[in-house]
């Protein structure tokens, strides 16, 4: 087997290594972080469909917002996540 | 009195709902869905404008009626007061505040002059440098469609999914070839009102929409260039201006561009551009978010930018309330307690100015300042 | 004039890798696009190129083959027929348009999704979606997992996840045994199908299968902890980490409705025996024109592939092969019919539009999706109704409609940029 490439990301301020090759979404699962985000009512969500459908596994890479499971990981990556809850809830 | 409303959106609810107030039985026909369509398309900004003294009564009393309205709102209706920021970018912008605050304060609406260092507290997203601003707290912000769904429900409407063919003696008849009398007909379809009264001075004018994802920019007020509509919108040109609404969901929608003689759906890819670039020049951090959809609509404008609202000059029993270009949401229920009092002849201070269709015979084309 | 491509291949899938290079073979400058980061598609996702078996040749073949430039990552979001057809593609690279004489549309499908209580848990994922995320790098080790739903995919998602180290608590079918065994009896008569079926078999020794079972509800705070499923009149409740709960797979048709292709009763892209669509010059193949597997969806990009590049003499063979296939479709199509008193079913306080966090009470009042849209605003968040617009169709019987660019969010940096073009090499 050939030898794994590493990635250094942060994700909610915690640097962590993983494969290269995997995405930010899985990077955030392994690291125990859930609920992945905060629906418009304050819900906990995760992932749902893991192909770019849903949208529930939204997050911000390096300022944007991303659907994380379309997201590779890459060296150097800061991840948040969106917990905002709607102000009116 | 049985009374029929062409047009479901919000225009028509709230002239249904004036009606009904009034004791009238109103039947709306509607063929689409309810407030779907330019009433869906627009931002839902219920703002005070005065660019003539007409607009500005009508828009000024207008919001006093929302304020009456809105404790009886459904939490749908997302009725959220956020007021609105007329953005000056130089001090020669901010030297036109002034007389704009003294007008609002004479039409009863509260406004406040903002300095630079006061704007730049209030919205920290937009971008430094900018002059000051004129804050006028009572503007809010609705979702439309779902106010034209409580007023028709209020109303006890009768609502019908059929279109109107033709206007006829006492009533009209529906495309199905059914005919409907009634004591009244309102014209509430916006420019739907052309295909019923040919020559109608109305033009479609197109605009284009954007809302973002829930994101990390947020805003606090509707925030409008304060060239608005004399610079940016002020000529039959292609234009764009700087009007971003943060929606209570934590989104903004971001306008605005007007066309002429554009009536398809279609989206104009370099026109968005510039409309997001004025936009970005304003919030910078725009550049930061994501759209979710993007969308045109069609407003109905007249040439001295007033809606028509009143008896048909030649028909009787036929009243208008349409023309409302880019106001149609804020002016809707100034129009409906209008209309109602054109209708029963009971009073209303707007009747001091002219909203009839008839100002038409008398001024084919009126240049507006 | 715009430099213009030959054919663009969206989807990198089976059907769209077996397109791009047949066509490339038969002498087409061909622009293959593909949303994941790199092309496999779902079912051979984290495959690679030269890796033994189908996938790994094919895989290989099409990124040696001269004619063919491969754009991973990209995703279309807007697109115009026409005599030059245009799509407009979002990429790490921005806003690109991209001209083409031909399309040949390869976008798969997508689960779909049912709403009962506790479904919005974080831990209740798709069937196809857990296998997605644990070829993505979830670690699924000692996991304990319930698969739900309905079809065929639940047996390869639950051999696949233990193949990983997932416990596998149950398979949970809504349909009944006899339909289940027509299936089996339909794919062993399939070539390669039947040995298929065997390595499925033992992968999955061991593990419950349950037919004629549904899914009630799942339960926990903030996260998941249990499923409830109803089998005949008992319920059962399991603890888990995983509900993987899908009900089977609809065409993913987004560009091919932008382009203005015509669908079938059961939402599929309508083709001819050339997989040419209603549009002239688009074509389509694999799962967007029906959900039938990856051997017909290889055979259909084959056909597909030698139809837009006029390689007819090597369609010989391909009416027999498309109608083993068809009767293949047919008999998947039977045997998992989803049936009412077997899915769940929501209550009114269950979310059915997760984006806007609609509920089903909101719904219920409403005759089409239109104005159930208009007035709840279901279906107008980040996913644009993909989730909620079918399952609504399931549970309301509305139609799903109003497809409008940009068909993905969309970052206002690349709307701000001038687009560029991508032409051929």
């Not at chain 3, 996260?223 to 005949?232: A, D, K, Y």
């Given at each position: 087997?050939?030898?794994?490439?590493?990635?250094?990301?942060t994700?909610?301020?915690?640097?962590?290594?993983?494969?290269?090759?995997?995405?930010?979404?899985?990077?955030?699962?392994?690291?125990?972080?859930?609920?992945?985000?905060?629906?418009?009512?304050?819900?906990?969500?995760?992932?749902?469909?893991?192909?770019?459908?849903?949208?529930?596994?939204?997050?911000?890479?390096?300022?944007q917002?991303?659907?994380?499971?379309?997201?590779?990981?890459?060296?150097?990556?800061?991840?948040?996540?969106?917990?905002?809850?709607n102000?009116e809830? | 009195?049985?009374?029929?409303?062409?047009g479901?959106?919000l225009?028509?609810?709230?002239?249904?709902?004036?009606?009904?107030?009034?004791?009238?039985?109103?039947?709306?026909?509607?063929?689409?869905?309810?407030?779907?369509?330019a009433?869906?398309?627009?931002m839902?900004?219920?703002?005070?404008?005065?660019?003539?003294?007409?607009?500005?009564?009508?828009?000024?009393?207008?919001?006093?009626?929302?304020?009456?309205?809105?404790?009886?709102?459904?939490?749908?209706?997302?009725?959220?007061?956020?007021?609105?920021?007329?953005?000056?970018?130089?001090?020669?912008?901010?030297?036109?505040?002034?007389?704009?605050?003294?007008?609002?304060?004479?039409?009863?609406?509260?406004?406040?002059?903002?300095?630079?260092?006061?704007?730049a507290?209030?919205?920290?997203?937009?971008?430094?440098?900018?002059?000051?601003?004129?804050?006028?707290?009572?503007?809010?912000?609705?979702y439309?469609?779902?106010?034209a769904?409580?007023?028709?429900?209020?109303a006890?409407?009768?609502?019908?999914?059929?279109?109107?063919?033709?206007?006829?003696?006492?009533g009209?008849?529906?495309?199905?070839?059914?005919?409907?009398?009634?004591?009244?007909v309102?014209?509430?379809?916006g420019?739907?009102?052309?295909?019923l009264?040919?020559?109608?001075?109305?033009?479609?004018?197109?605009?284009?929409?954007?809302?973002?994802?829930?994101?990390p920019?947020?805003?606090?007020?509707?925030?409008?260039?304060?060239?608005?509509?004399?610079?940016?919108?002020?000529?039959?040109?292609?234009?764009?201006?700087?009007?971003?609404?943060?929606?209570?969901?934590?989104?903004?929608?971001?306008?605005?561009?007007?066309?002429?003689?554009?009536?398809?759906?279609?989206?104009?890819?370099?026109?968005?551009?510039?409309?997001?670039?004025?936009?970005a020049?304003?919030?910078?951090?725009?550049?930061?978010?994501?759209?979710?959809?993007?969308?045109?609509?069609?407003?109905?404008?007249?040439?001295?930018?007033l809606?028509?609202?009143?008896?048909?000059?030649?028909?009787?029993?036929?009243?208008?309330?349409?023309?409302?270009?880019?106001?149609?949401?804020?002016?809707?229920?100034?129009?409906?307690?209008l209309?109602?009092?054109?209708?029963?002849?009971?009073?209303?201070?707007l009747?001091?100015?002219?909203?009839?269709?008839?100002?038409?015979?008398?001024?084919?084309?009126?240049?507006?300042? | 004039m715009?430099?213009?491509?030959?054919?663009?291949?969206?989807?990198?899938?089976?059907?769209?890798?077996?397109?791009?290079?047949?066509?490339?073979?038969?002498?087409?400058?061909v622009?293959?696009?593909?949303?994941?980061?790199?092309?496999?598609?779902?079912?051979?996702?984290?495959?690679?190129?030269?890796?033994?078996?189908?996938?790994?040749?094919?895989?290989?073949?099409?990124?040696?083959?001269?004619?063919?430039t491969?754009?991973?990552?990209?995703?279309?979001?807007?697109?115009?027929?026409?005599?030059?057809?245009?799509?407009?593609?979002?990429?790490?690279?921005?806003?690109?348009?991209?001209?083409?004489?031909?399309?040949i549309?390869?976008?798969?499908?997508?689960?779909?999704?049912?709403?009962?209580?506790?479904?919005?848990?974080?831990?209740?994922?798709?069937?196809?979606?857990?296998?997605?995320?644990?070829?993505?790098?979830?670690?699924?080790?000692?996991?304990?997992?319930?698969?739900?739903?309905?079809?065929?995919?639940?047996?390869?998602?639950?051999?696949?996840?233990?193949?990983?180290?997932?416990?596998?608590?149950?398979?949970?079918?809504?349909?009944?045994?006899?339909?289940?065994?027509?299936?089996?009896?339909?794919?062993?008569?399939?070539?390669?199908?039947a040995?298929?079926a065997?390595?499925?078999?033992?992968?999955?020794?061991?593990?419950?299968?349950?037919?004629?079972?549904?899914?009630?509800?799942a339960?926990?705070?903030d996260?998941?902890?249990?499923?409830?499923?109803?089998?005949?009149r008992?319920?059962?409740?399991?603890?888990?980490?995983?509900?993987?709960v899908?009900?089977?797979?609809?065409?993913?048709?987004?560009?091919?409705?932008?382009?203005?292709?015509?669908?079938?009763?059961?939402g599929?892209?309508?083709?001819?025996?050339?997989?040419?669509?209603?549009?002239?010059?688009?074509?389509?193949?694999?799962?967007?024109?029906?959900?039938?597997?990856?051997?017909?969806?290889?055979?259909?990009?084959?056909?597909?592939?030698?139809?837009?590049?006029?390689?007819?003499?090597?369609?010989?063979?391909?009416?027999?092969?498309?109608?083993?296939?068809?009767?293949?479709?047919?008999?998947?199509?039977?045997?998992?019919?989803?049936?009412?008193?077997?899915?769940?079913?929501?209550?009114?306080?269950?979310?059915?539009?997760?984006?806007?966090?609609?509920?089903?009470?909101?719904?219920?009042?409403?005759?089409?999706?239109?104005?159930?849209?208009l007035?709840?605003?279901?279906?107008?968040?980040?996913?644009?109704g993909?989730v909620?617009?079918?399952?609504?169709?399931?549970?309301?019987?509305?139609?799903?409609t109003?497809?409008?660019?940009?068909?993905?969010?969309?970052?206002?940096?690349q709307?701000?940029?001038?687009?560029?073009?991508?032409?051929?090499?």
């Open positions: 087997m050939p030898e794994q490439t590493l990635a250094v990301l994700l909610e301020g915690v640097r962590v290594t993983v494969p290269a090759g995997t995405t930010v979404l899985a990077a955030l699962q392994n690291a125990g972080l859930s609920p992945l985000r905060r629906s418009l009512s304050g819900e906990a969500r995760g992932a749902l469909c893991g192909m770019g459908s849903c949208s529930e596994c939204r997050a911000v890479v390096d300022s917002t991303v659907r994380t499971c379309l997201t590779p990981v890459r060296d150097g990556q800061n991840v948040r996540r969106l917990m905002e809850v102000r809830s | 009195m049985n009374a029929i409303v062409i479901g959106g225009v028509g609810a709230a002239c249904a709902d004036a009606l009904a107030q009034r004791g009238a039985r109103v039947t709306v026909l509607e063929p689409g869905p309810v407030g779907g369509g009433t869906a398309a627009g839902g900004h219920l703002v005070v404008m005065d660019d003539s003294p007409a607009q500005l009564a009508l828009t000024a009393r207008s919001l006093e009626l929302w304020e009456a309205l809105a404790p009886a709102l459904p939490k749908q209706a997302d009725y959220h007061g956020c007021g609105t920021l007329w953005v000056a970018s130089d001090e020669e912008e901010l030297a036109a505040v002034e007389p704009k605050r003294q007008a609002y304060l004479a039409a009863g609406r509260e406004a406040t002059l903002l300095d630079a260092a006061e704007l507290r209030a919205e920290p997203n937009l971008r430094p440098g900018l002059a000051g601003a004129l804050r006028v707290p009572g503007d809010s912000v609705v439309a469609p779902a106010v769904q409580f007023l028709l429900e209020r006890g409407a009768t609502v019908r999914r059929e279109a109107v063919s033709e206007l006829i003696d006492g009209v008849r529906l495309e199905s070839g059914e005919m409907l009398r009634a004591d009244v309102m014209v509430a379809n420019i739907g009102a052309v295909s009264l040919p020559g109608l001075p109305l033009r479609q004018r197109k605009g284009h929409l954007l809302i973002t994802e829930r994101g920019v947020h805003v606090h007020h509707q925030l409008v260039e304060l060239g608005y509509l004399k610079s940016a919108h002020g000529n039959d040109e292609d234009s764009v201006a700087f009007n971003v609404q943060p929606r209570p969901t934590g989104q903004l929608l971001i306008g605005s561009s007007r066309q002429f003689e554009q009536p398809d759906r279609e989206i104009d890819w370099p026109l968005l551009r510039r409309m997001l670039r004025r936009a020049e304003f919030l910078p951090a725009l550049e930061n978010i994501s759209a979710l959809r993007i969308w045109t609509g069609q407003r109905c404008a007249s040439p001295d930018h809606p028509l609202v009143g008896p048909h000059p030649h028909l009787d029993g036929v009243f208008l309330a349409t023309g409302h270009e880019g106001l149609g949401i804020t002016t809707a229920l100034g129009t409906a307690e209309l109602a009092a054109q209708v029963f002849g009971t009073p209303s201070e009747l001091k100015h002219d909203f009839t269709p008839a100002r038409f015979d008398r001024l084919p084309e009126v240049a507006h300042a | 715009n430099p213009e491509w030959d054919a663009i291949v969206v989807g990198a899938g089976p059907a769209g890798l077996m397109a791009a290079l047949t066509a490339a073979q038969g002498g087409l400058r622009l293959l696009l593909d949303a994941q980061p790199t092309p496999g598609g779902q079912i051979w996702r984290g495959a690679a190129a030269g890796q033994r078996g189908a996938a790994g040749d094919l895989l290989r073949d099409v990124a040696s083959h001269p004619g063919i491969v754009l991973s990552g990209a995703e279309v979001v807007a697109a115009e027929a026409g005599k030059s057809h245009i799509l407009t593609v979002t990429s790490s690279a921005g806003l690109t348009h991209i001209h083409a004489a031909r399309v549309l390869a976008t798969g499908a997508t689960e779909r999704f049912l709403p009962f209580d506790g479904w919005t848990l974080p831990g209740v994922v798709g069937a196809g979606g857990l296998q997605a995320m644990s070829k993505g790098g979830l670690d699924v080790r000692g996991k304990r997992v319930v698969v739900a739903g309905s079809g065929p995919l639940l047996l390869a998602v639950a051999a696949g996840l233990r193949q990983k180290g997932a416990r596998v608590l149950a398979v949970a079918e809504q349909a009944g045994l006899p339909g289940v065994a027509a299936f089996g009896v339909a794919a062993a008569r399939l070539p390669g199908k040995t298929e065997l390595e499925l078999a033992a992968g999955l020794r061991g593990v419950p299968y349950w037919a004629d079972c549904a899914v009630v509800r339960s926990g705070q996260q998941l902890q249990s499923v409830t499923l109803r089998r005949g008992r319920e059962v409740t399991l603890a888990c980490d995983y509900l993987a899908g009900f089977g797979l609809m065409p993913e048709t987004r560009v091919a409705a932008l382009l203005g292709c015509s669908l079938d009763a059961q599929a892209v309508e083709v001819n025996v050339w997989q040419a669509t209603s549009v002239s010059g688009i074509y389509a193949a694999g799962e967007v024109c029906g959900i039938g597997g990856v051997d017909g969806a290889l055979l259909e990009g084959f056909v597909a592939g030698c139809a837009a590049s006029g390689q007819i003499e090597r369609l010989r063979d391909a009416p027999r092969r498309a109608e083993i296939q068809r009767q293949f479709q047919s008999v998947l199509e039977r045997s998992f019919a989803l049936r009412p008193d077997r899915l769940p079913t929501p209550s009114p306080a269950t979310i059915v539009c997760r984006c806007e966090d609609v509920r089903h009470g909101q719904l219920q009042g409403f005759t089409n999706w239109t104005a159930a849209k007035q709840t605003r279901c279906g107008m968040g980040a996913c644009q993909r909620c617009g079918p399952t609504t169709e399931t549970l309301y019987g509305w139609r799903f109003g497809v409008r660019a940009p068909l993905a969010p969309l970052p206002l940096s709307l701000l940029a001038q687009p560029t073009v991508l032409g051929p090499p």
